[in-house]
T-cell receptor, first 115, second 115 residues
């Protein structure tokens, strides 16, 4: 069964460094998302992406964050200058259409630790 | 902002017992999703509920949706240890087509089934 994949599974970085989290959504899906989950808390929306542009973003997704779909398969989240509070699990998700019977399928996550 | 609340936050129950998890949300929506998350893992889709009165069942879990009350329930029948996990409901913001429709997640219910 097709699945969303993410790399790396765990990323440790120093505060102020740039990180890029990578995702390969399910191949025939059109909508892509990034969410984050701080340890023990709920899942929070960061950004959605459709037709090669951001369709929605949350207040969390400030100028330090950017997303890109550099080719036909990868979907990346870049954090330009990481802060301690960026430490969280980051989930990529994809969805075939924008509604109806489709759910969002989540990847295994990247655990980001900022020291 | 759309708010999604679950209760209880923590649930400890004995094997063989029944219980219900509640998910309330603050705005009109007829699309509600349930996910399961095991510790350190991603979110696994359980149910997709798309209309008022929708009921879905899978094994010992049954989910329902009352859009008028803005309430979804996840009922557990004759719990077994394997059901121990955190359960999240998520609401799809009804909006303009092709805008991505982010999910708003509930606070999560951490379920522990005791032998």
């Amino acid at each position: 069964e097709p699945e969303v994949t993410q790399t790396p599974s765990h990323q440790v970085t120093q505060m102020g460094q740039e990180v890029i989290l990578r995702c390969v959504p399910i191949s025939n899906h059109l909508y892509f998302y990034w969410y984050r989950q701080i340890l023990g808390q709920k899942v929070e929306f960061l950004v959605s992406f459709y037709n090669n542009e951001i369709s929605e973003k949350s207040e969390i997704f400030d100028d330090q964050f950017s997303v890109e779909r550099p080719d036909g398969s990868n979907f990346t989240l870049k954090i330009r200058s990481t802060k301690l509070e960026d430490s969280a699990m980051y989930f990529c998700a994809s969805r075939k259409t924008s509604g109806g019977t489709d759910t969002q399928y989540f990847g295994p996550g990247t655990r980001l630790t900022v020291l | 902002e759309l708010k999604v609340e679950q209760n209880p936050l923590f649930l400890s129950m004995q094997e063989g017992k029944n219980y219900t998890i509640y998910c309330n949300y603050s705005t009109t929506s007829d699309r509600l999703y349930w996910y399961r998350q095991d510790p350190g893992k991603s979110l696994e889709s359980l149910f997709v509920l798309l209309s008022n009165g929708a009921v879905k069942q899978e094994g010992r879990l049954m989910a329902s949706l009352d859009t008028k009350a803005r309430l979804s329930t996840l009922h557990i029948t004759a719990a077994v240890h394997d059901l121990s996990a955190t359960y999240f409901c998520a609401v799809d913001k009804n909006g303009v087509p092709n805008t991505g429709n982010q999910f708003y997640f509930g606070t999560g219910t951490s379920l522990t089934v005791i032998p």
